[in-house]
């Protein structure tokens, strides 16, 4: 089984540990001279002794959880490496002061569990008592700095009744919203002091939320901001932070607690929370969780072991879709602010006057959720960089990223039920459990609401997208409109612009190897075509691609070129023999793989190779010696050959070189690829034509050949359907004796014979032999001519039901036979 | 919140070919996973070793006997699968979600491929057991039976061969999806929206078809495993890394004729 990734140790406040390694990652939280500081504005500091040592140590840990984070880097857009650089291990020796706690297994579990799901990342755990800090001017308790914003006591906080995590984003305003005014309930809002802007944004709109509660018989929020600083640069290396969320709930927990309340409240739209992936490549936490209910419980699980009782926490717009958190503020006082929240993932970059990017998936979302919910005019719309619906989509990255999300949506709409919700979209099982927690709910009841929840959202989009088209359709059929607007994108109804033509831009098989007229066309795998003159390399090649696993020796492959009977071709010389032997040995282990698995079709392929390679070991013979200058000749000719087309195209050149043999013995050891091969004229390959019959002949067995022809249709002797080589001679047995019936020891003995084999075989068994004997014919012949060519005398035998003037049996003069 | 990571292709030679084949117009989507496969070498072969996608195939190979076993739930809890006394659909296709995560989030390394295989086996079992389970008048019983009846080595065939395609889906698009939008509008290949979506509905399919090669040995296997009742996960981890090799391999021969 593949290991984990390298762990990285990172030892934290003062941890040690005999088998950390000397480069372990230190990290400590406390002032400006440790890695981290947390700083967390708007408690009073009358309070900090009532922090339970389990909160500080909570706190404390989530803090080291993101520092590591942010040091271990997670890769880049472009890599390809199957995630490889994404996910990371820690090993964490944490320094807290309730070490027995935490270790409790648990405790640890729920702590592991959680975050590997967050991030997906593997955490491992070990807690110690926290060293003493020699030189830190800070008691260990004071290293969670709390304090007022003008040093002013905290007010009393009897009247608390919810703790809220507040971004200043849309969704957790509305949660705002919902909690002050629509519940009146007295609330802490929790935020996040990250860039200035968003705590600009955040901070107004708690002044504004505080100034309009009263006039509204509201309380007033209290505001906590929870500052993170980094003092180390390495602690800067990585950015996506996906377990930034963990800290902010461990702080809104530890507030909670201080206020003795065992719940908090995450208001994120349940599309965002469950966070489905919108394309292939978006796997696993590169969606982020932070609002996913798997997380939440989580964070719930942790907080109750902490906390020694049940806590929760909660997000109740889990089951909202954006549009119906937008349309639940329609009726609240502070539906005016809402314009004033920030979405945007690209806050670093943001003006004044471009909150917004518009180009993000929050940006995209929020576009969808204001048009969708008919609420457009609370919203700010010239405050996107680019416009949903106008601008140009012409950065590739953000088109991708819109046109995935409206694929997605589309999606949701096409399932009927929760059923088919899940068939299609399987990472959403992850949800149900916590959903049914959450709305009281059984298994099938939350798959259906999460399903519908999601059709909801579908239909929202859809419905958006439908408005959007009416108002473009003139301009689209005027042909007003750029090729990467919205609606250019989606519909391209009325005078279509001329379309640009494919640079490929060929109809025809995908792969092709076909002579015209003196030259030879070429393609593979449907990429660019190409031409190639006339050469021997390329006819030699053609014969190889026409019968896949055929091997040839180069002598035989140089008579079918010329249309000359490769028959006394098929000796070997020692090279030769090494390649057949070493191919056999590669069969036999594919074969005995096959085995193991039950794999029947890969067990008869292979031993029908092995069966027809076998006796190219055994020919003898000088007369069909391979001549070594034709042999490096063709040699030279073939790798030209190759060499000319890897110039044309680099992955058909690459391809024929890993399934061409080229030696004394050649062959395509072709993956199964259906070829489109026209060979010149004069390489009359024998078993790619139609043989006459002649004068009332039907049936033609040529033995030496190894062919067989039926009223001018040929029978196939190599994979697929074929005769294998021992019914060939069964049938030539027949053949010997037509119109008679002839009994399997009959049947033994002409094998034997006309096979020339050391030893008599056991007598076939009659009805295998028979399937076996008709099965090439019926596929070749699938209108029932040959159906009853082969018929069981009950008692007797088989027997070949054609006259003997209608049977012509070719074998070599002594008797014997020449297999291939 | 909600932020979502869109990768994209490196530009190196071999992802140039996928690029040149989506692009350029006209690769179809068989030609597109072959050139995808190559691009990626080995490491779809090598998803057998991944401690994520090895566990959710023994899961979906064991349930069948848990069915079978005198009491379900307490067979599936041996799996550690948690439902309760007559589970739904729902309910056991969510277990076996959950089972997988926990297992994965004790230590043994979460992985895009375990991912991948996590989604498609709840799809793959939600679908082979919806088809069986719907009925206006649902029993109790109604969901162990079914899934009891996946025992055989056909029907383990079936679910084999819907879990392999999904898989390889979701393996092919994990990079594919990084191009195919990109080509929607102006000189991409795609005009709309609508003809990406075409694409990737002809991936799908081709999928679809090229999971009959396991198809056609998974019963036999899960058959002689049981027999000698030896369905570990390290037995299937070596069914797996065969049935990924043979998926590669047809996939390689691009589109049939």
Redesign the interface.
Same mark, same amino acid.
């Given at each position: 089984?593949?290991?984990?990734?390298t762990e990285t140790w990172v030892l934290c406040g003062g941890a040690t540990h005999a088998r950390a390694p000397a480069d372990a990652l230190r990290l400590s939280v406390g002032d400006t001279s440790d890695s981290m500081t947390v700083g967390i504005a708007g408690v009073s500091q009358a309070l900090t002794g009532q922090l339970s040592t389990r909160f500080t140590d909570l706190v404390r840990i989530a803090t080291f959880v993101l520092g590591a984070d942010g040091a271990i880097d997670r890769g880049r857009?472009?890599?390809?490496d199957?995630?490889k650089k994404?996910?990371r291990?820690f090993r964490l020796v944490i320094g807290v002061e309730d070490p027995s706690f935490w270790s409790q297994p648990d405790v640890t579990?729920a702590l592991?569990?959680t975050l590997?799901?967050l991030s997906?990342?593997?955490f491992?755990f070990e807690f110690q008592t926290l060293a003493s800090q020699r030189g830190h001017k800070k008691k260990v308790g004071e290293q969670l700095v709390f304090s007022t914003p003008g040093g002013k006591p905290f007010l009393p906080w009897d009247h608390i009744e919810d703790i809220s995590l507040f971004?200043g984003?849309l969704?957790s305003f509305a949660g705002a919203a919902e909690l002050i005014f629509g519940q009146k309930r007295g609330t802490i809002l929790v935020s996040h002091r990250s860039a200035t802007k968003m705590w600009a944004t955040q901070a107004g709109l708690v002044e504004d939320l505080r100034a309009l509660a009263p006039k509204h018989g509201a309380r007033p929020p209290e505001h906590v901001a929870v500052e993170v600083t980094r003092h180390n640069d390495i602690l800067r290396t990585e950015r996506?932070q996906r377990t930034r969320?963990f800290l902010y709930a461990a702080i809104a927990g530890a507030v909670a607690n201080l206020v003795s309340r065992n719940r908090i409240c995450m208001y994120?739209n349940g599309i965002?929370?469950i966070?489905l992936p919108?394309?292939?490549?978006?796997?696993?936490a590169?969606?982020?969780r932070?609002?996913h209910p798997?997380v939440l419980g989580g964070f719930a699980k942790i907080l109750t072991h902490v906390a020694g009782a049940k806590f929760t926490v909660e997000n109740p717009f889990a089951l909202k879709t954006r549009a119906e958190v937008i349309q639940g503020l329609s009726s609240s006082p502070a539906l005016h602010l809402a314009k004033q929240t920030m979405s945007c993932?690209h806050i670093h970059q943001r003006s004044q006057m471009h909150p917004h990017c518009g180009v993000?998936?929050?940006c995209i979302?929020r576009q969808f959720g204001f048009l969708g919910a008919d609420m457009a005019e609370h919203e700010s719309f010239e405050g996107y960089e680019l416009k949903l619906a106008t601008d140009e989509?012409?950065d590739?990255?953000a088109?991708?990223?819109l %046109?995935?999300w409206?694929?997605t949506a589309?999606d949701f709409v096409s399932c009927k039920n #929760?059923?088919?919700f899940? +068939?299609?979209?399987?990472?959403a099982?992850?949800a149900?459990?916590n959903i049914m927690d959450a709305f009281g709910l059984?298994?099938?009841g939350?798959?259906r609401a999460v399903f519908e929840l999601h059709k909801r959202h579908g239909d929202t989009v859809a419905r958006v997208l439908e408005a959007i088209h009416a108002r473009s359709a003139k301009d689209i059929r005027e042909g007003k409109l750029k090729?990467?607007t919205l609606p250019?994108? %989606?519909?391209?109804e009325g005078l279509r612009k001329q379309?640009?033509e494919?640079?490929? #831009?060929?109809a025809g098989a +995908?792969?092709q190897f076909r002579a015209v007229d003196g030259s030879w066309h070429l393609r593979f795998?449907?990429?660019?075509a190409f031409e190639l003159p006339d050469a021997k390399g390329l006819h030699y090649l053609g014969l190889l691609l026409a019968h896949p696993g055929e091997a040839r020796t180069t002598a035989a492959l140089r008579a079918l070129s010329e249309g000359r009977d490769p028959a006394g071709c098929h000796v070997l010389d020692a090279d030769g023999k090494k390649a057949v032997r070493e191919r056999v040995a590669a069969l036999r282990k594919e074969r005995d793989?096959?085995e193991?698995?039950?794999?029947?079709?890969?067990v008869t392929r292979c031993q029908a190779e092995i069966d027809a390679l076998t006796p190219l070991l055994k020919a003898k013979g000088a007369d069909g010696l391979a001549d070594e200058k034709m042999a490096r000749a063709m040699e030279k000719n073939l790798r030209e050959a190759i060499s000319s087309i890897t110039k044309a195209s680099?992955?058909f050149g690459?391809h024929l070189k890993e399934y061409v043999q080229i030696g004394s013995v050649c062959w395509y050891r072709g993956?199964?690829?259906?070829w489109d091969i026209a060979l010149p004229a004069v390489a009359s390959d024998p078993a790619a034509t139609r043989s006459e019959a002649t004068d009332g002949v039907a049936l033609v067995i040529d033995l030496p050949n190894q062919r067989v022809t039926f009223r001018g249709h040929e029978i196939p002797t190599t994979p697929p359907n074929n005769l294998q080589p021992q019914a060939l001679l069964a049938l030539a047995a027949l053949a010997q004796r037509p119109g008679e019936a002839v009994t399997m020891a009959d049947v033994a003995t002409g094998i034997w014979k006309l096979g020339g084999l050391a030893k008599k075989p056991t007598s076939p068994d009659q009805r295998d032999l028979k399937y076996k004997l008709t099965t090439p014919f019926t596929k070749a012949l699938p209108n029932g001519e040959a159906k009853k060519l082969i018929q069981a005398v009950r008692g007797s035998g088989l027997r070949l039901n054609l006259r003997a003037e209608e049977v012509q049996l070719v074998l070599r003069d002594s008797g014997g036979v020449e297999k291939r | 919140m909600g932020h979502i990571r869109l990768p994209h292709l490196p530009r190196t030679k071999r992802w140039q070919e996928v690029v040149d084949l989506v692009g350029g117009g006209a690769g179809s989507a068989a030609a597109v996973a072959s050139a995808t496969l190559d691009a990626i070498d080995d490491s779809f072969a090598a998803g057998g070793d991944d401690a994520g996608l090895v566990r959710a195939v023994w899961l979906l190979a064991n349930l069948p006997d848990a069915a079978k076993s005198g009491d379900f739930a307490k067979a599936l809890s041996g799996l550690g699968v948690k439902v309760s006394a007559s589970p739904t659909v729902a309910e056991v296709t969510t277990a076996i979600s959950d089972a997988v995560d926990n297992y994965l989030g004790a230590h043994r390394g979460r992985s895009d491929v375990g991912e991948m295989a996590l989604g498609a086996a709840v799809e793959a079992l939600s679908k082979n057991l919806a088809q069986r389970t719907a009925s206006l008048f649902p029993e109790a019983d109604d969901v162990r039976r079914e899934v009891a009846k996946l025992g055989t080595e056909v029907q383990f065939g079936k679910l084999a061969r819907d879990f392999f395609a999904r898989f390889t889906e979701r393996s092919l698009k994990y990079y594919v999806d990084r191009e195919l939008p990109r080509q929607v509008g102006g000189d991409g290949r795609f005009q709309t929206l609508a003809e990406q979506r075409d694409f990737s509905r002809a991936l799908e399919l081709h999928c679809q078809q090229a999971a009959k090669i396991v198809e056609a040995f998974a019963g036999g296997w899960w058959s002689k495993a049981r027999f000698e009742k030896d369905l570990t996960e390290e037995r299937t981890a070596r069914f797996v890394g065969y049935a990924l090799k043979k998926m590669r391999d047809e996939l390689r021969k691009g589109a049939a004729g």
């Open positions: 089984m593949t290991a984990p990734p857009l472009d890599d390809a199957g995630g994404w996910h291990a579990t592991e569990e590997s799901f997906q990342d593997t491992a971004s984003g969704d996506t969320s994120e965002i929370g966070n919108i394309a292939g490549s978006v796997v696993g590169r969606a982020t932070t609002a798997r993932a993000c998936s929050q979302d989509w012409k590739d990255g088109r991708s990223l %046109l995935n409206i694929g589309d #929760g059923e088919q899940i +068939e299609k979209f399987g990472d099982a992850r149900i459990p059984d298994a099938d939350s798959r090729p990467t250019m994108l %989606l519909y391209r379309r640009v494919n640079k490929a #831009g060929q +995908e792969n795998r449907s990429g660019q793989e096959a193991e698995f039950c794999d029947q079709a890969t680099k992955p690459d993956p199964g690829i259906a | -």
